[in-house]
């Protein structure tokens, strides 16, 4: 059974940083593309950054870009989200997920594993 736990969340003031994980349960984990997705307050969930399995490419939502970094380490079994120069409009509850085609998506759908996701508070 497939488990992804997310950690590293809490609240924090504009311009602090925080680093989420991703812990996967995931005997091919390496094959697998790994995304980062929020949904702020009453909003839609959106995308904020993947990672492929083959050579870690890696992509970012607009808003984040240069501030965020995704990484993964295939021997943990493990996804981060660096987050920098956090401000108020990233307060989101923040959730990883895995796509088996090892490429994912800006999109949920090629994602079938998701977490229970971590909040991520900032104040002004």
């Known amino acids: 059974q497939v488990q992804l736990v997310e950690s590293g969340g809490g609240l924090v003031q504009a311009g602090d940083s925080l680093r989420l994980s991703c812990a996967a349960s995931?005997?091919?984990?390496?094959?697998?593309?790994m995304g980062w997705f929020r949904q702020p307050p009453g909003q839609e969930r959106e995308f904020v950054a993947r990672?492929?399995?083959?050579?870690?490419?890696?992509y970012y939502a607009d808003s984040v870009k240069g501030r965020f970094t995704i990484s993964r380490d295939n021997a943990k079994n493990t996804v981060y989200l660096q987050m920098n120069r956090l401000n108020p409009e990233d307060t989101a509850a923040y959730f990883c997920?895995?796509?088996?085609?090892?490429?994912?998506?800006?999109?949920?759908?090629?994602?079938?594993?998701w977490g229970q996701g971590t909040q991520v508070t900032v104040s002004s």
């Open positions: 997920a895995a796509a088996a085609d090892g490429y994912g998506s800006r999109w949920s759908r090629p994602f079938e594993y």
């Open positions: 995931i005997r091919t984990f390496s094959s697998y593309a």
């Open positions: 990672i492929t399995a083959r050579n870690s490419n890696t």
